[in-house]
């Protein structure tokens, strides 16, 4: 069975908003960015809402 996900409901910090905005910025995957910033996809999508970002599609 699979560990659960301990970082349930976390609140973000400046650093992981920054980071998220740089590696939207370099036109990364929804996929990649939840993995380096350790989040879930649907968080990452909710905060790049949130902060007007646009979050590249895989093709």
């Excluded at 409901?9 to 990649?32: H, I």
């Amino acid at each position: 069975m699979a560990e659960p996900f301990v970082r349930h409901r976390q609140p973000w910090k400046s650093e992981e908003v920054a980071k998220l905005k740089t590696l939207a910025g370099k036109g990364m995957a929804l996929k990649a960015i939840a993995k380096a910033l350790t989040r879930s996809e649907e968080s990452v999508k909710d905060r790049a809402k949130i902060d007007g970002l646009k979050i590249a599609k895989l093709r």
